[in-house]
Structure formats: structure tokens, C-alpha cells
């Protein structure tokens, strides 16, 4: 039995990390979709979200989590979460649900 204390709102850590060949054919996928560049905040929150970090989160947060967190500090499953974890964009072209390989601004390497 661990001791470790338990992820919060969760029984286990959720990470989100490919690798090898899962990894190489989701990069190769990745070429072909549309870009979102992503800020040093936002590529802190994927790699956050990446290691589990942001247990019980796998993604970024839908618009009703986003709204309970920024009026009640709760997701819309009523779990304590004190800041938004959002991706911004400004993208007309990009709808709700659009799969988009996202990019770190910074170096151009997609995430």
C-alpha cells in the first residue's frame, strides 16, 4: 500500500505522455492538421497535463468546467480547482471538437 498521498480528485495520477512508435505516428498525424501556437503558459499546462499533473484534467477545460472555476472555484463536476487550465485561440476556422496539433510558439515544434 502506498503512502503517498492520493492525486486530488482521483485514485491515480492521469498522464497523458506518448512515446515511441505511439508517439512517432501522432507527430506524423500531427503535420497534417491545422496549427494553434501555444504561449509559454499554455505549453507549461500541456506539459503539466502531460505528466498528470493536472489529476483529475485530460485536457484543457470545456467551457462549463471554465465557467465554475472562474465563478466558484469548481469544475462542473463540483472539484475544488482554483485557476482555469484553458487554451486560447482566436481562430475563426477552428471549431469546438476540430482536432488541432498544437505548437509552441516559441520554437515551432508541435506538442
Do not use: Y
Not at 20 to 26: D, F, M, R
Not at 32 to 44: F, W
Amino acid at each position: 500500500m502506498s503512502k503517498l498521498v492520493p492525486p486530488h480528485g482521483n485514485n491515480a495520477l492521469k498522464p497523458l505522455i506518448l512515446e515511441g512508435s505511439t508517439l512517432a505516428k501522432e507527430l506524423n498525424r500531427a503535420i497534417s492538421l491545422p496549427k494553434v501556437n501555444c504561449s509559454s503558459r499554455e505549453v507549461g499546462d500541456i506539459m503539466m497535463l502531460g505528466i498528470g499533473g493536472f489529476t483529475p484534467l485530460d485536457g484543457f477545460m470545456g467551457k462549463s468546467d471554465w465557467q465554475g472555476v472562474c465563478e466558484n472555484m469548481t469544475t462542473a463536476k463540483n472539484l475544488f480547482w482554483p485557476i482555469p487550465i484553458t487554451l486560447s485561440t482566436d481562430d475563426e476556422d477552428i471549431k469546438e471538437e476540430d482536432e488541432v496539433a498544437l505548437v509552441n510558439s516559441k520554437t515551432d515544434e508541435i506538442i
